[in-house]
């Protein structure tokens, strides 16, 4: 089995920055992509950063620049460096990271943190 812990979020004001952090314990022999999601209360969970195994990323349109996705492979955590605000960014933030658990099979499985609330205030 694999676990998630994600730490960070909170309260901010417009303008103002936080850092995310999802830390991956268990059976892990490798960990290939690892991503951040976010849902907002009445919409629907949405991707908002992704990282690769070589540490290619990709952002949602509306993140760019403000944004940031890294991994630490050394300790399985992936973390979410959040920059210059904005109210719409409020949500509560997943991580998610597919995991490869031994040496024996090319399968993944896909895990998700329990969540952190991100709210920014105008």
């Known amino acids: 089995q694999v676990q998630l812990v994600q730490s960070g979020g909170g309260l901010v004001q417009a303008g103002g920055s936080l850092r995310l952090s999802c830390a991956a314990s268990?059976?892990?022999?490798?960990?290939?992509?690892m991503r951040w999601y976010r849902q907002a209360p009445g919409t629907q969970r949405e991707l908002v950063a992704a990282?690769?195994?070589?540490?290619?990323?990709n952002y949602k349109d509306s993140v760019k620049g403000r944004l940031t996705i890294y991994r630490d492979n050394a300790k399985n955590t992936v973390y979410l460096q959040m920059n210059s605000l904005k109210p719409e960014d409020t949500a509560v933030y997943y991580c998610?990271?597919?995991?490869?658990?031994?040496?024996?099979?090319?399968?993944?499985?896909?895990?998700w943190g329990q969540g952190t609330q991100v709210t920014v205030s105008s």
């Open positions: 998610n990271v597919a995991v490869r658990m031994t040496s024996s099979t090319q399968n993944e499985y896909g895990y």
């Open positions: 268990g059976s892990i022999f490798s960990i290939n992509a």
């Open positions: 990282i690769t195994s070589g540490s290619s990323t």
